[in-house]
């Protein structure tokens, strides 16, 4: 079915290094993706978005990749700190059917390690 | 650097009682939404709300749940009846327009006893 998910549940990287969180969607008319961040016991954290007109977008210290071939969207964090530990999620629009609700993946658990 | 509001931060209440979350839009937001998320899973989309009136609801939200701006910056969610899987976290979310990045309070968790 039209699902957004997650490649990796969790993710264990060293401080300094660099991040890949992945996710994949399943409908190719989706327009609009948004990578949140949520630390425990707190709301989704906006942290980058782009749009479906779009291959790459860029922002301080993280960087999102569309690939629209595969349906494929990943997050990636340079230098990764303690601080980045979070559970990240990938959400989606779609136009049509709806622009008002948000689709969220599963979620992948990132751990630095100091 | 305005932000979404949610009051209360925790709230612990009885199988079939009534249940008011609410939450403070960011203030030139127009498009107002509740998501949930039970422990440990994903963050579900329960309602949208624009111009006074619902835009869109997911299956969750039966005839239990109600949304209502009563005045200009409160946003509520009711749960008529509550049940012990309504226990979850409630997240309120604005955006100044449809289509564009949602803003997330920081949640109610609610736990029905």
């Known amino acids: 079915g039209e699902s957004v998910g997650l490649h990796l549940p969790t993710l264990s990287v060293q401080e300094g290094d660099n991040s890949i969180i992945n996710c994949a969607y399943s409908n190719s008319a989706s327009d609009y993706f948004i990578w949140y961040k949520q630390e425990s016991g707190k709301g989704p954290q906006f942290i980058i978005d782009?749009?479906?007109?779009?291959d790459k977008r860029q922002g301080q210290r993280v960087t999102v990749l569309l690939n629209k071939t595969v349906k494929h969207l990943s997050l990636q964090i340079a230098a990764t700190q303690p601080g980045d530990s979070a559970v990240y999620f990938c959400a989606e629009t779609r136009p049509g059917g709806s622009n008002y609700k948000l689709t969220f993946g599963k979620g992948t658990l990132l751990t630095v390690n100091p | 650097e305005p932000e979404v509001t949610q009051t209360p931060s925790h709230q612990v209440t009885q199988m079939g009682q009534e249940v008011i979350l609410r939450c403070v839009p960011i203030?030139?937001?127009?498009?107002f939404y509740w998501y949930r998320q039970i422990l440990g899973q994903k963050v579900e989309f329960l309602v949208s709300?624009?111009?006074?009136?619902?835009?869109?609801k997911s299956e969750i939200f039966d005839d239990q749940f109600s949304v209502e701006r009563p005045d200009g910056s409160n946003f509520t969610l009711k749960i008529r009846s509550t049940k012990l899987e309504d226990s979850a976290m409630y997240f309120c979310?604005?955006?100044?327009?449809?289509?564009?990045?949602?803003?997330f309070g920081p949640g109610t968790r609610l736990l029905v006893l």
């Open positions: 709300f624009y111009n006074n009136e619902i835009s869109e």
């Open positions: 203030s030139n937001h127009l498009y």
């Open positions: 782009i749009r479906s007109n779009m």
């Open positions: 979310a604005s955006s100044e327009v449809a289509g564009v990045t949602q803003y």
